[in-house]
């Protein structure tokens, strides 16, 4: 046997023993919708890199300057940042009609996104989200609702599909369209096939939407980069500032959140290495965004939602309407149980707490404290969750703050 000693100083993937360019990373500690996007614009001031890691255009980050609100949605808010570079990690499913459409809208808003494409870096390995994988999210929400009399509320944008192509192992990555069209081609029809075949009433026009994939793939070449090679370069040279920006959030995570009211993948920080391409010992502060209140979009257990006057007034003050879907947000008091559990598996170095302001109004506010469950107290948010049982079933402790005239 021969051991290459990666440690030795002379050899190029040496692995410094403190390393030299950390990761800060930026996630979602509730179901969404914290803020995220503020908060990284506010880091991505002065980062060099800005990434994505995880997620596809299900999520949607609002960032306003100079009056100009733009929304995020694929692309990493840092984008806006002139001097840095935007990267998308394997992590992220693409769907590239929507990336250039996000990126065309934006344009068309104000000067932010001026030159985008020369400050935007694409993983080789990023999943590609294709029509039929919008088609077919929608479909299986359909059946969902007919099977079972419910649905995930999904954001139909294809997310659930395309990782479960990813996880089947035919999926097909940015690397197979920018290469060899010819192979591509086949693969792509054989995908198709494999769906129709599962949902014979899926309608989708496989000719146009590869001419379309034609047209695009001269504008992707340019941005696409060995994303692994980027990472490691950016991690181990000069001075850098590298930031991480969460999408979704904890409790959407498709391990840690309230399963299977969630999205399809991982959105809590380990998602920052597979997505990336990044070690652990790599990782630096993680800061958890949180809400003074709880939203959530979609189906799924909401344990302090307030589905009464308080809640319309936390909706309407806080004007909580999906930036991707439009949907209204369903409100409710802020849950300590539940942002302890992101941290569990999280471990911030910080919380940011965004929205104080929408509270400001009310004469007393209220956060859940403790769960019981059938009269036993919970030690900590639990695995199996329900749509409304578990919301109803669950009896919870709340603080109470009086609010006097600040
Ligand atoms: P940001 O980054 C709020 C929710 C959807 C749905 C479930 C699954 O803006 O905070 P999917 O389309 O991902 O398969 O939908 O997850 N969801 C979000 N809700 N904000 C998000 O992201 C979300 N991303 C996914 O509403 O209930
Ligand atoms: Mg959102």
């Given at each position: 046997?021969?051991?290459?000693?990666?440690?030795?100083?002379?050899?190029?993937?040496?692995?410094?023993?403190?390393?030299?360019?950390?990761?800060?990373?930026?996630?979602g500690?509730?179901?969404?919708?914290?803020?995220?996007?503020?908060?990284?614009?506010?880091?991505?001031?002065?980062?060099?890199i800005v990434?994505?890691?995880?997620?596809?255009?299900?999520?949607?980050?609002?960032?306003?300057?100079?009056?100009?609100?733009?929304?995020?949605?694929?692309?990493?808010?840092?984008?806006?940042?002139?001097?840095?570079?935007?990267?998308i990690?394997?992590?992220?499913?693409?769907?590239?009609?929507g990336?250039?459409?996000?990126?065309?809208?934006?344009?068309?808003?104000?000067?932010?996104?001026?030159?985008?494409?020369?400050?935007?870096?694409?993983?080789?390995?990023?999943?590609?989200?294709?029509?039929?994988?919008?088609?077919?999210?929608?479909?299986?929400?359909?059946?969902?609702?007919?099977?079972?009399?419910?649905?995930?509320?999904?954001t139909?944008?294809?997310?659930g599909?395309?990782?479960?192509?990813?996880?089947?192992?035919?999926?097909?990555?940015?690397?197979?369209?920018?290469?060899?069209?010819?192979?591509?081609?086949?693969?792509?029809?054989?995908?198709?096939?494999?769906?129709?075949?599962?949902?014979?009433?899926?309608?989708?026009?496989?000719?146009?939407?590869?001419?379309?994939?034609?047209?695009?793939?001269?504008?992707?070449?340019?941005?696409?980069?060995?994303?692994?090679?980027?990472?490691?370069?950016?991690?181990?040279?000069?001075s850098?500032?590298?930031?991480?920006?969460?999408?979704?959030?904890?409790?959407?995570?498709?391990?840690?959140?309230?399963?299977?009211?969630?999205?399809?993948?991982?959105?809590?920080?380990?998602?920052?290495?597979?997505?990336?391409?990044?070690?652990?010992?790599?990782?630096?502060?993680?800061?958890g965004?949180?809400?003074?209140?709880?939203?959530?979009?979609?189906?799924?257990?909401?344990?302090?939602?307030?589905?009464?006057?308080?809640?319309?007034?936390?909706?309407?003050?806080?004007?909580?309407?999906?930036?991707?879907?439009?949907?209204?947000?369903?409100?409710?008091?802020?849950?300590?149980?539940?942002?302890r559990?992101?941290?569990?598996?999280?471990?911030?170095?910080?919380?940011?707490?965004?929205?104080?302001?929408?509270?400001?109004t009310?004469?007393?506010?209220?956060?859940?404290?403790?769960?019981?469950?059938?009269?036993?107290?919970?030690?900590?948010?639990?695995?199996?969750?329900?749509?409304?049982?578990?919301?109803?079933?669950?009896?919870?402790?709340?603080?109470?703050?009086?609010?006097?005239?600040?």
């Amino acid at each position: 046997h021969t051991f290459v000693d990666t440690d030795s100083a002379e050899h190029p993937l040496r692995t410094p023993k403190e390393p030299q360019n950390k990761v800060t990373v930026v996630l979602g500690a509730q179901w969404g919708d914290e803020g995220k996007g503020k908060v990284v614009d506010l880091l991505a001031m002065d980062a060099d890199i800005v990434c994505r890691c995880q997620g596809g255009n299900n999520a949607g980050h609002t960032v306003v300057v100079d009056s100009v609100e733009y929304d995020f949605h694929l692309l990493p808010s840092g984008v806006l940042n002139k001097k840095a570079i935007s990267f998308i990690g394997n992590g992220v499913v693409i769907h590239l009609p929507g990336l250039f459409e996000e990126a065309e809208k934006n344009l068309r808003k104000g000067k932010g996104l001026q030159g985008w494409e020369e400050r935007l870096k694409i993983s080789d390995r990023a999943h590609i989200v294709f029509n039929f994988h919008q088609a077919v999210d929608g479909i299986q929400e359909q059946q969902r609702q007919q099977q079972e009399g419910k649905n995930l509320g999904t954001t139909k944008k294809g997310i659930g599909p395309a990782y479960s192509s990813k996880a089947a192992r035919n999926g097909l990555r940015v690397c197979d369209l920018v290469s060899d069209f010819k192979v591509f081609e086949e693969k792509f029809r054989m995908l198709a096939e494999h769906f129709r075949t599962m949902y014979p009433n899926l309608n989708v026009d496989i000719d146009s939407e590869l001419k379309q994939l034609k047209e695009y793939t001269e504008r992707l070449r340019p941005l696409v980069t060995d994303g692994v090679y980027f990472m490691h370069k950016a991690l181990t040279g000069p001075s850098k500032k590298i930031l991480v920006e969460g999408a979704n959030a904890a409790l959407l995570d498709i391990d840690f959140g309230t399963y299977p009211f969630v999205t399809s993948s991982n959105c809590t920080v380990g998602g920052v290495c597979t997505g990336l391409g990044v070690p652990p010992s790599y990782v630096g502060r993680v800061y958890g965004v949180v809400k003074a209140y709880t939203t959530r979009v979609g189906v799924g257990a909401f344990p302090t939602e307030q589905d009464n006057e308080t809640g319309n007034l936390l909706q309407s003050r806080g004007r909580e309407f999906g930036v991707t879907t439009g949907r209204r947000r369903r409100c409710g008091w802020l849950d300590l149980i539940l942002v302890r559990y992101a941290h569990m598996v999280n471990g911030f170095s910080a919380i940011a707490l965004t929205k104080l302001d929408i509270l400001d109004t009310l004469p007393e506010i209220k956060v859940a404290v403790a769960y019981k469950i059938n009269g036993q107290p919970l030690p900590s948010f639990p695995g199996r969750t329900f749509p409304q049982g578990f919301s109803r079933s669950i009896f919870l402790f709340f603080f109470f703050l009086f609010v006097r005239d600040a």
